[in-house]
Every structure is written in C-alpha cells, then in structure tokens.
C-alpha cells in the first residue's frame, strides 16, 4: 500500500473517527437521558417511531446514491454527468416514499400522538434522504470532514437542546421535535458542502434516463433494502408483538453495542472508494488494504466481545440504571455477534465495491428473511432475548456467506 493512500486513509478515518466519538459519546448521553427520563416504555417508543420510519423508506433510494459514490470514486469527471438526474430521482423517491409512511401510519395501531410523531418524523426523513445524495458524492472524493463536523454539529443540538427539552418537559413530543430541528441543520450544512464537488447543480427530471440509472442500481437498492429489514425489524416486531417495555429492554442493550459499531463504520467509509479505485488499478495494493482492515477488525471485534460479555452487567446499572436490569442477557446475547458485524461489513462492502453486488445482495436477502423468521418465533418465546438470539444467528450466516464470495473474487483475480 503507498505512502500517499495510507496518508488519505489516515487523514479520513482521523475525521470519522473523530466525529463518530464526539457524536456516540452525545447520541448514547441523549438517549441515557431519555431512559432515565421516561423509563424502558419511552425509550420503547421513540424507539419505535424512528426504527419505523427508517424501515418503511424502503423506496427512499433505489440504490442510487451508493451508485453515485461508487461511480464518481472510479470516475470524478462523472459527477457533473450523473448528479442532476440522481438528485431528480432522490427528490420524486423521497416525496413518494413519504406518502408510503402517510398511508400505513393511518392503520397503525398506535395512539393518535404516536402517528402524529411518525409523521413529523417522516417529513423530515425526505430532507435526509435527500441529502445522502450530497453526503456520498463526498465520499467518492474520499472527504469525510465535512460529514463528521455536520454530524458532531447535530449531536451536539441533540444533546444540549434535545437534553434541555427533556429535562424541562418530560415529555417525548417536545424532545422528538427538538431533534427533528438537528436533523435539518445537519442535511443543510452536508448539501451546502457537497455542492462544492460539482461545478453547478441542476436538477433534472427526466424518466427515461431514470430508467437507465435503475437498471444499475438495483442491487444497491435490494441491499439496502434487505439491510433495513434486518437492522430494523427487530425493534419493530418487538414493539408491535411485545410492546413497548420489551422494546426498550432490548433498545438499551442494543445501544451499547452500537457504540463499538463506529469502528466498522470509519474502516468501510474510508476504504470503500479505494477499494472501488484500486480493483481497476492496483490489486496487489487492493490485497493489502483488504487484508489489513480483516485483521485490525478480527482483533477489535473479538476484544468487543470479551468486554461487552464480561461487563455486561456493570455497563447497564451504569449508563441506564436498574431499571434496564433486564437488558443485561439480552446484551451478553448480542456480544457473540460483534466480530460478526464488523467483518461483515467489510465483506459487504468489499463486494459492493468489486462489482459483486448480486453476490452480496443474495446473501443480505436471505439472511434478512431469515431474520425476520426467527424474530416472529423467537419473540413470540423469548421476547428480547429471541430478538438478540435472531440477531446472533443471521449474522453468522451473513458471515459464513460473506467470506466465501470475498475468497471466490479473489481466486479470481491474477494475484493470490
């Protein structure tokens, strides 16, 4: 690996790292206020209300942003060429899929206040998916600052406001409206920095070459697609099946480990557009990327597990208190599945940047069927604990897939 690549890798991972730090530290100090606050049934429910906006913008994207990113990062002169009809797209997918979330709330069988949230929620969501766009046309010129200040920007509204609102109210609505007014200031600053990637910004509506990105970006979508049901539809199910108690147990657990996934987060950002680069370029540089970042997360990843199950218990009376006790299996449950998540996302993005992404959105489909399977059992019988159980498996699965399509692409190549 040159000199001059492990410089820009360094430099982008020291932002992201950065950001992801100050933004965990003051996201988990938010929702350890929020539980505190409003006990395991309020943090079920603003649980609830962002897992399921998130799950249903399954047609928010279609793939096309990853596409975007992808396609700059081989080719920079392509962004001027590509943007205007992929920021159209973004616009009319966004616009529809907040429709989508209208139609299905009205039947949701949740209080009138809990829809009206989702709504509010779902609103802004448009604004968010629109500046993804904005945010991986960055990444294709492998710049993160920008990304991590407006994140750390956001965090920082969330935690002194959201805090403050909480604090003063106790009361879910107001501190949900707060952090709705982050979430705009964040999507502003990404589109007021990422137009500085392109050299105008138009935006063009035009069906017919819509098409022709679609039939590209597919699999991207599918992926995504596939990916929102399997990080999503655990806390959903949880809450629609068990209610919001059970969701909030298993919403704290699952927070802890969140936070060690950022490590995965900063190596996939950074690399993917060099990897996406170096596969049409430099393969032997490629294979020592690659093989450095499978060892550096294989480490990681199995010390996260060891701490998270041998704390387990100390980390939930500490940020959460006893009131959350019951988070404490369902956290040791989800331990096991930490050097799972961080090599999957390796894998994955491995894959996607290699041109596989057939490959990887097979296995995202059937383990994310097989997720949702094994949630509705497991949860039906052991509430959070099936829910982490469910988790634990299809992650090994993912795993086992995973690393046998990475091995089966490289065999391919002309380097071992």
Known sequence: MTESLKLKLLKNAGWLFSAEVISKLLAYGVIVILSRTLGPEGLGQYSFIFYYVGLLGIFSDLGVSYYLMREV??????????????????????????????????FLPKPRWIKALILLVGAEAVLTWVSYVFVNLMYA???????????????????????????????????????????IIRELLRMKWGVRYVKNINIWFNPQIWLSILKKSYPFWLIGLFTLIYYRTDMVM????????????????????????????????????????????????????????????????????????????????IVFGEDFLASVPVLRILSFAIPFMFLNSLFGSFLNATGKELIFTKITGVTALLNVLLNYILILNYGAEGAAIATLCTQGLALILSALSVKNTFKQTTFK
Not at 76 to 104: E, M, Q, T, Y
Not at 143 to 168: C, D, H, M, P, Q
């Open 141 to 183: 010129h492998e710049v993160t600052k920008y990304e991590a200040i407006a994140r750390t920007v956001e965090r920082l509204w969330a935690f002194f406001v959201g805090g403050a609102v909480l604090y003063l109210y106790r009361s879910l609505s107001p501190f949900i409206l707060a952090l709705l007014i982050g979430y």
């Open 238 to 317: 949880l809450s629609l099946m068990r209610g919001d108690y059970e969701t909030g147990i298993y919403r704290a657990a699952y927070t802890l480990i969140e936070v060690s996934l950022f490590v995965p987060s900063i190596v996939v950002s950074t690399t993917m557009p060099s990897i996406a680069r170096l596969w049409e370029q430099d393969m032997k540089t490629l294979s020592a990327l690659f093989k450095r970042s499978l060892q550096m997360l294989t480490v990681v990843g199995v010390f996260g597990l060891s701490g998270y199950f041998v704390f387990a218990r100390l980390g939930i009376i």
């Open 73 to 106: 990062a081989r080719d920079r002169s392509k962004a001027d060429k590509l943007l205007p009809d992929v920021l159209g797209l973004k616009i009319v997918l966004a616009l529809v899929n907040f429709v989508v979330i209208v139609v299905l709330t009205l």
